[in-house]
């Protein structure tokens, strides 16, 4: 909280960082590496066509 000013702008950067991160988070100690890199591949491919 000390680098934020103002609790609405922590409320947007906490609330836009829980998205991106669920989003790529997958789990790496439970996947082989193999399926991690495709998991992964995939993420950022649906993350590059959402933000075009």
Known sequence: M???RRMKTLQKFASVHGSVH???NQDRHI???QNDKDLRSAALAEWKLLMA
């Open 2 to 4: 000390r680098r934020f």
């Open 22 to 24: 669920n989003h790529f």
């Open 31 to 33: 996947n082989t590496r």
